[in-house]
Structures are given as structure tokens and as C-alpha cells.
């Protein structure tokens, strides 16, 4: 039971570090929390299902999985990107001289909008992602591991470890680290600070579609509403590890799926989500800089 | 080469630079001295772009440069070291020096020229830059400038707060940049040090223009002896 309740919390949690990276990263460089994140995940499982949908009309059918799986991760992302640099270029830029609280208005405010611009264009009811892996897996130490499980896993840590080596390695991966930690200088030294924040929101959009459709299929179905209850989980993973951290981020993803697992199974199960709101309140109260946030605010953000 | 005309830049409500009118030639090196709060970062700021003059014009070698955004101003060959230094802390010193050399690829003679003036950061490359020193960090802020390639370089206060021994080998390090043929825009509170090291000068009191000339006749005037240079004249008041 314990391995089992390790497997299923590891699993959801890094695609909860994956959904954080994003919160994570916009933060870092922009000081705002993308409040519209949430739903950028969701268009992401939309856009993986509608792709699917005109593979379908193409004459390839979701079981042909490799193909599907490539699809709908190439649709994913590449949709969620646009629509996560549209936001940023329309709703936040030309507020970014504005007070604080100007841009997270303007957030929530995109947030509302994209879930009923999707509920009156794809309906409120629920969609099943039509993409479904072998059911077969590995069992041991009295647990099972599945395909699913095992790709989920594999997709997080090779996108988390891209990543990684993107922001540490490559010359861009180090402006964005200069951008986060003196955004004037970034300028001065000739770095176009606006391509950088643009970028940064692209690869946010990006890991979250990826993980909307991982949760699609791992869950079989999506609407319009999966955005607010997971980007309210991943903003509390990525405040646990530290808001602006990149490990961080994952580090407190992967924690969170552990302790929401672990809870639903030990505790109660009904109180599943209710966990994670009360890791945020007690980050918030005991250690608002997070697991590997640094204790000033000025210091690195990416 | 540098050219402000009547440049006024505001802070909300407030015009802190009134009509800014200076030159700096080719190769030359200009100082702008001036008290505390008087409009010389901001000035340097301006001509950097970061701040957008609302009223005069900044040509750059003929071209108008005001109104285009810090990286387009940064790639027509102006480098600014901002007051402060602003080093990016938690990038490593090799990584601040490649972040100068953004716009272009650095070539290993960009490397040595930077270590050849500043040896003591071929040892902190691997270090993060928040670690350094202020002398150090000055010298990174001024290495990192230099990476660029720059055709004029904005050097904002770049005494403050050292000790005076490093003060006397930042400015030889000036004198050395600026021999290659590098022109230079120096702001300093230190102003007899920034006058014996630049040919012209211009003083900036509270937004304004109030005295320029060659550097030699500055030193020699009485006013500015008076209210930059420490030097008391006998049998007068202070004048505003
Ligand atoms: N970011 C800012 N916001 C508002 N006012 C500013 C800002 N920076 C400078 N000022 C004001 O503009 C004036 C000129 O400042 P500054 O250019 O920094 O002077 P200096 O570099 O000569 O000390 C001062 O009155 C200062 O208070
Ligand atoms: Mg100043």
C-alpha cells in the first residue's frame, strides 16, 4: 500500500512540477503570478484532444499511439505557447510599469475569460481524451506500476532535465537568469529583456500543455474547469519550493503529489485537495520563502 | 559622437534633467560632475535608453538614438557601467563577462584583453559575481562593459566607495581603455580626480547645465573649485 501510494503521489506530482515550472519561472522573471496559468494547462488537454480528433478525420487512429502521443503533444504546446505569449503580450506588458496589484487583477481576470471562452466554444460537459495506454505494467513489492505511469514519469523528468540544462547551459538560458535578476542591467548590456519574458512565458505554456494532456489521458476525461483546481495546486507546489526557484518548483511538485497521495490514503480521501491548501497555509505562515526560495526577495529568481 | 540636445527627462512630476545639452567627440573623454541628486545618472540613464527623454533629441554618431529601447542602444556601441555596478549576482563572473558580450560572440582576444587589464578576474571566473569585492566588482562591471566592443562606454560614479588606492588604478585603467581609441562619458562626485583624467567637462546642478569647458579651465574656476573641489574663497558667502 505504502509503494503503491509512493508510485500514484510521484506521478502527480511531478506533473504538478511540471504545471509549477511555469508559475515558478513567470515569477521569476516578472514578479507576477500568472493567475491565467491554470488555464493555459487546459487549452493545452483541449488543444491535445482536438488535434486527435483531426488525426482521426485524417485516417489515423488514436491507437496508433506513437504518432497520436507526438501529435497531440506538438498541438498542445505549441497552442498553449501562443496563447500563453498572446496573454502576456495583451493582458500583462502594458501594465508592467502599473502597481503590483494591477497585472494579478488583470490575471485573474484572463483566467475567467479563457474558461468561458472555452466552456461556449467546446460546452461545459465533459470530454474524454480519446487516447488510452495498455493496461499492463509492472507489479512489485505488492504495487503496480503502470505504462502510463512509467511514461508520465519518463516525459517529466527528461522535459525537467531539458529544461534544466536550457537555463544553466545556453546563452538565452543565462540572459533569462540575468533578465530575473537585474532586468535594467539585462537591458543595458543588450539583452531584448520583452523577447525574454516572452520566451520565458513560451516554455511556461509549454511544460503545462504538456502535462494537460498527460492528465488527460491519465484521468480520460477534461473541461473547461481542470485549469483552476490544478493551477491552484501547482501555485502551492511552486510557493513550497520557493517561488522563483526552478528546482524548487519541482522539488515542491513532486512533495506535493507525495503528501496528497499519501493523505488520501492514510487520512482521508475526501480530503484529498484540502491538503494541499493547508501545505500552502502552513508554507505561507512557517516558511514564506519557500523549501529553496532564498529568504531576500531581490535574489535570483530562475 | 554623442550628441544630447536640450534632453529633458521627468520621474513622474518631477524634470529631472531641464534641457541637457552636451557632446562627446570621438575618442575623447567628458566628464559631468555635480552634486548628490543633481541629474547625472539619469542623464547617462537617458542616453542609455532606459529612461525616455519627453522633450530634445540624443544623436549617436548622426543618428538619432532617443526613443529606441536599452538593447538597440546597447548594439550601436554604447556600454553602460550603471552606478552601483549592478553585477548579476548570482551569474558566475565568467557568466557576467559572456552576458557583456550578448549582442556577439566574444572571440579569445575579447577574453584576454579583459584579464589583461583586470588579471584578479581570471581567477574568480568559476565565482558567483555577488561574491566579489567592491574593487573587484567595479572591475567586473568595467570588464563586462568592455566585452561588448563598445564605441563609447557611460562610466557612472565608478569611484564610489573604493578605497583610494583603487580609486587611482580604476582611473588608470580609464586612461588605458580610452587610449584604444574607446571614447568615454565619466560621471563622478570625485570631481578633481574625473577633471584631471578628462579634456572636457560639463557641471549639472539640479537638472541643469550650469558651467562646461575644458577640464583644466574647470579645475582653475573659482565657483567650481568652491563648490566641487573643496577649495574655501575667503570673504564670501555661500552663493546659490
Ligand atoms: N527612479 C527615480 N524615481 C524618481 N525620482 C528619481 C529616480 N531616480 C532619480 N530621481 C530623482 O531625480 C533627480 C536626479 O537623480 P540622479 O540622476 O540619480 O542624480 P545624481 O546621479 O546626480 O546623484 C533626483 O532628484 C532624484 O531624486
Ligand atoms: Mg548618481
Known sequence: MLVQQIINGLTLGSVYALIALGYTMVYGIIQLINFAHGEIYMIGAYAGIISLGLLTLLGVPPSLLPVSILVSFLAAGVVSAAYGVTVERLAYRPLRQAPRLSPLISAVGVSIFLQNFVMLSQGAGDLVFPLTFPSEGISFLDARITTLQIFILAVSVLLMAALTLFINRTRMGTAMRATSQDRVMAGLVGINVDRVIAVTFAIGSLLAAVAGVLVGVYYGLVNFSIGYVAGLKAFTAAVLGGIGSVPGAMLGGVLLGLLEALGAAYISSEYKDAFAFLVLIAVLIFRPQGLMGSADASGEKV | ?240
Open chain 2, 1 to 240: 559622437m554623442l550628441d544630447l540636445a536640450g534632453v529633458v527627462t521627468t520621474y513622474g512630476s518631477i524634470e529631472a534633467l531641464k534641457g541637457i545639452t552636451l557632446s562627446v567627440p570621438e575618442g575623447g573623454i567628458v566628464s559631468l560632475i555635480g552634486a548628490n541628486g543633481a541629474g547625472k545618472s539619469t542623464t547617462l540613464m537617458t542616453v542609455s535608453g532606459v529612461q525616455t527623454p519627453v522633450g530634445g533629441e540624443i544623436r549617436f554618431r548622426g543618428e538619432r538614438i532617443s526613443g529606441l529601447k536599452p538593447h538597440e542602444i546597447a548594439a550601436r556601441g554604447i556600454a553602460h557601467v550603471p552606478e552601483g555596478r549592478r553585477i548579476f549576482p548570482k551569474l558566475s563572473v565568467r557568466e557576467n563577462l559572456e552576458m557583456g558580450a550578448f549582442l556577439r560572440s566574444a572571440s579569445s582576444d575579447d577574453w584576454e584583453r579583459v584579464f589583461a587589464l583586470f588579471p584578479v578576474l581570471k581567477e574568480r571566473l568559476g565565482q558567483p559575481g555577488g561574491t566579489l569585492s567592491g574593487g573587484e566588482q567595479q572591475m567586473l562591471a568595467i570588464g563586462r562593459a568592455l566585452m561588448a566592443r563598445p564605441s563609447l562606454i557611460l562610466l557612472d560614479e565608478p569611484s564610489l566607495g573604493l578605497a583610494p588606492i583603487l580609486v587611482s588604478k580604476i582611473f588608470r585603467m580609464i586612461r588605458e581603455i580610452n587610449r584604444e581609441g574607446l571614447a568615454v562619458l565619466l560621471v563622478e562626485q570625485n570631481a578633481k580626480a574625473a577633471l584631471s583624467l578628462s579634456s572636457r567637462a560639463y557641471v549639472l546642478e539640479t537638472g541643469r547645465i550650469v558651467a562646461s569647458g575644458p577640464s583644466a579651465d574647470l579645475l582653475s574656476d573659482p565657483a567650481v573649485q568652491e563648490a566641487y573641489l573643496g577649495v574655501k574663497r575667503s570673504g564670501e558667502g555661500t552663493s546659490a
